[in-house]
């Protein structure tokens, strides 16, 4: 029962050709997504500097991590159970080995016995021999006896009467003849008897001995089965051993990738508290009234192609908001610039000024009427977001005015 208990999960777990190609799948997906986020790390330093979405970012780095965290947890329930049919096959193993042992010594047990049957045997049949051969003689005594008797019969008698003193002493004679013959009869009878339960006996030995060699045979096939099943099974823990290691390694790149993302997110967040400092600062400090402000058409051009980009697809409020941000950090002490132009091209501001949408949109005039009319609002003095000098994708977290999808701040 416990050979077939073992064969069974054998046949159960000797899948390990068909989980490894997902693994290796996977480990090279966790390659690429390392490398992504070392690129995407190099060009943090520029981060401490970005402003245009930088909560959109840090929400975005945030579903990878909680992803990687997903992949870790994944990656990690494999290991279990990789870990626990590999502790069921070593249980096969021991239990395997057990079951070696046991048919081993079973072996060795009938090897004894049949070496000491194949001694009592030749005992039998040393003994059968002897009892033969005494059967053989007493037969042949008694043939020699008889011939004598029938050949010299009537010398014989002649001879007893003649020595006999009386007829008693005679018939004395005669009945001592005939209780020889019976003796002689007698004895080959035993002898014959002896020899055939001899030779019974080493009927029953050479069966017996049969019924040893036979047995002997199974267990020495079972033995080979054994073995065989044994290294089947050293085998497979081998190979579960070879994913463990692939995916504890997989593993430790997904914890690597963790950290690297804690490290982006953490990064993320200061630079959320950043410009929150610097929003706080600038209503702090002085801001120009929008009398002491000039436009030109460039400058409408300008800013209606960034509203455009940044809200084109928001409510008219949202449209008008983007453009106040701009106009705010032209008014506001906190920022260094003074033309439009110097705001919306200000390095890692503006995400469609880094991605070349921007230019694409002047190059074009994508910016329509509504953009238009929102941007000469803006300049007009019209601000649905006060003096909020920061926008971005809402996220949890960030307290600001809320237009359509934009949080000011």
Request: aromatic share 8%; proline share 2%.
């Amino acid at each position: 029962m416990t050979q077939m208990t073992a064969s069974g999960r054998f046949m159960m777990r000797n899948n390990w050709k068909q989980q490894l190609h997902p693994f290796l799948l996977r480990f090279v997906r966790c390659m690429a997504s390392i490398a992504l986020v070392f690129v995407l790390l190099s060009g943090s330093t520029r981060l401490s500097h970005a402003t245009e979405s930088t909560l959109q970012k840090l929400e975005e780095a945030r579903s990878r991590r909680q992803e990687t965290q997903g992949q870790l947890n994944e990656i990690q329930q494999d290991i279990d159970n990789l870990n626990s049919n590999r502790d069921a096959l070593e249980e096969d193993l021991d239990d395997l080995n057990n079951q070696l042992h046991v048919v081993s010594e079973n072996i060795a047990s009938l090897s004894e016995q049949i070496t000491e049957k194949q001694r009592v045997i030749e005992e039998t049949q040393a003994a059968l021999d002897e009892a033969t051969a005494v059967k053989d003689a007493q037969y042949e005594m008694m043939k020699l006896r008889v011939q004598f008797i029938y050949e010299k019969q009537q010398y014989v008698m002649t001879d007893m009467l003649m020595q006999s003193g009386s007829i008693t002493d005679f018939l004395n004679q005669s009945s001592y003849i005939e209780a020889m013959s019976a003796y002689d009869r007698e004895m080959l009878t035993q002898y014959r008897q002896a020899e055939e339960q001899i030779a019974f006996q080493k009927a029953q030995l050479e069966a017996e001995m049969q019924e040893l060699q036979a047995m002997q045979e199974e267990q020495s096939a079972q033995q080979d089965r054994f073995f065989d099943m044994v290294v089947i099974t050293s085998e497979n823990i081998a190979m579960y051993g070879d994913e463990i290691a692939l995916a504890e390694a997989e593993a430790e790149m997904k914890r690597q990738e963790l950290a690297i993302q804690q490290a982006e997110i953490a990064e993320l967040e200061a630079k959320i508290r950043e410009e929150q400092g610097i929003s706080d600062e600038a209503r702090r400090g002085v801001w120009r009234d929008y009398g002491d402000l000039s436009f030109s058409d460039y400058d409408v051009y300008l800013l209606a192609n960034i509203i455009y980009c940044e809200a084109g697809n928001q409510p008219y409020e949202g449209q008008v908001a983007v453009g106040a941000v701009v106009i705010n950090r032209l008014r506001s002490s906190r920022f260094s610039q003074n033309t439009i132009e110097d705001v919306i091209r200000a390095p890692y501001q503006f995400s469609p000024v880094s991605s070349g949408r921007f230019d694409l949109a002047l190059a074009r005039n994508d910016a329509t009427d509504a953009c238009y009319r929102a941007a000469r609002d803006a300049m007009g003095g019209y601000s649905p977001v006060g003096n909020c000098v920061f926008f971005r994708t809402p996220v949890p977290g960030l307290e600001g005015i809320v237009i359509g999808g934009h949080v000011f701040y």
